[in-house]
């Protein structure tokens, strides 16, 4: 859709359609927002994370210790030896999302 956009952004800028070259300037910018999630589990006999916490999410207000929790709770551990049941881990899972650009949108409110 972003590329349609872009597209109609462009042909409207070169007829001079005043109200689609508004439309377009309303159109918020995105942004892409990198981080990571630390989360410690301990491990269960069938391999599977549990007792899951979210040590640290940086930068935090995207949500994304939610969603690395959703992807660390589907996976299970396929090189834990059996030592290693009833152990605690630690694992680092980067997300990165993209995001409007909440500061240039509210600069073009303002006007």
Known sequence: MGNAVTKLCAI???????????AC??????QRVEGYVDIECTLAPDRKPV???VVEENPK?????????????????SSASASSV????RTRIRISTDVENHESTGRAEGR
């Open 25 to 30: 300037a309303t159109i918020p910018a995105k």
């Open 51 to 53: 007792d899951c916490v």
């Open 61 to 77: 207000g995207y949500g994304f210790g939610a969603e690395a929790m959703a992807v660390i709770m589907r996976g299970t551990l």
């Open 86 to 89: 009833g152990q605690k881990f």
């Open 12 to 22: 409207s800028a070169l007829i001079g359609a005043a109200s689609v070259v508004a």
